[in-house]
């Protein structure tokens, strides 16, 4: 049989065939398995620079400064109602960790987080704390999506790529929407302040399962020092996360939702007024705050009772009720005309004081 005339040409040299063929597959695969196993060992080099790097930032963080607490709120994490509802004193501003603690927490969250995914989501390293300032703490802070590469520094080089539709709010000449925009310094985690919080917001339920909120019993006047019981009930609201702000978990968390409902708790606050004509100064702590957790709540509306050990000066005080996600905000809604999940009274210290509890719609401000 005759060979066509169309058959094609071999695409390698008349020397390139059979034997000399298979040996220079051969060494091709063998190079190129080389060029794989060396890109590989280098990898893994660069991880464990990486690695002890960020495990030496962790060296460089400081405990933080412990915050002033409420004068006259039982201190630390307590229970009241035979155990079965737990109060945290100050949204746990009390429970402040060592130094020693702290660098244990981020160097576990390092071991954990930069073995992988170096520079990505997890951050990869985290860097030092300015002088002066705390550093981020292991938790969900150390070099994640709120510090040292992550989202918003370092981490990842891909360029930016035009969204296919405009951003939320385009058109509205928005300030920012982003942390990268800012001059301050990232937000730890601990009560600091001039920071900037990159958490996003988060889930934000429908307005029928949005988190309400109502004080409906409190004293309109009680006695220096008298203990009194404010009843406060919530709706739409599963009291079961707490993350305590001492601890690093303060704007650390974005809201989260479970069949609808917002996760978080409930704050309870008694404050003096030096004046009732005009705003009171934000910065004096409170007589009394707790942040009540007790793994209730939920659709309907139920009543916690919150045990105020007594007010200790004379005068007129603010005492305020209000929800909290789990990073202790109150909790989104989604319309904007909306109440949130707040509730205020005034209660009459000394003078007249001494006095059973009233119907707090009647005595709200």
């Known amino acids: ?40 060992v280098s990898d893994a080099s660069t991880k464990s620079r990486n690695q002890q790097r960020a495990l030496a930032a962790c060296n460089n963080i400081q405990a933080p400064k412990k915050s002033k607490l409420s004068t006259e709120t039982k201190t630390g994490t307590y229970t009241t109602g035979n155990g079965k509802v737990t109060q945290h004193a100050d949204d746990g501003a009390g429970d402040v960790p060592t130094t020693e603690t702290l660098r244990k927490r981020c160097r576990d969250w390092m071991n954990g987080n930069t073995g992988g995914n170096n520079g990505g989501n997890n951050g990869g390293a985290a860097s030092p704390a300015p002088s002066g300032s705390t550093a981020a703490g292991g938790g969900n802070n150390g070099g994640g999506n709120n510090n040292g590469g992550g989202n918003n520094g370092g981490g990842a080089t891909t360029a930016p790529t035009t969204p296919a539709t405009p951003p939320p709010g385009a058109g509205l000449g928005i300030l920012t929407n982003s942390c990268d925009t800012s001059n301050l310094d990232a937000h730890t985690g601990f009560q600091d302040g001039n920071r900037c919080v990159s958490t996003e917001f988060g889930e934000v339920g429908v307005a029928a399962n949005n988190p309400s909120l109502l004080i409906t019993e409190i004293p309109t006047n009680v006695a220096v020092g008298q203990a009194f019981t404010i009843k406060v009930s919530t709706r739409n609201l599963i009291r079961d996360r707490f993350l305590a702000a001492g601890q690093g978990g303060y704007y650390v968390e974005s809201s989260v939702l479970q069949n609808g409902l917002v996760r978080g708790h409930f704050h309870t606050a008694c404050r003096v007024l030096d004046s009732t004509d005009e705003a009171p100064d934000p910065e004096p702590v409170p007589a009394f705050f707790v942040a009540t957790e007790d793994s209730k709540g939920g659709a309907a509306p ?15 005080f603010q005492c305020s009720s209000w929800a909290g996600d789990g990073s202790h905000r109150i909790p989104m809604m989604q319309r904007a005309n909306e109440t949130p999940a707040f509730d205020s009274a005034r209660v009459q210290v000394g003078g007249n004081g001494g006095g059973d509890n009233a119907d707090g719609g009647n005595n709200n401000n």
Do not use: C, K
């Not at 139920?302 to 007129?316: A, R």
């Open 1 to 40: 049989m005759r060979r066509s005339h169309y058959r094609s040409e071999s695409r390698f040299p008349a020397w390139f065939t059979g034997r000399r063929r298979i040996i220079a597959a051969v060494a091709t695969v063998v190079a190129f398995g080389s060029i794989v196993t060396v890109t590989q």
């Open 302 to 316: 139920d009543v916690v009772n919150i045990q105020v050990p007594g007010l200790p000066t004379e005068g007129t």
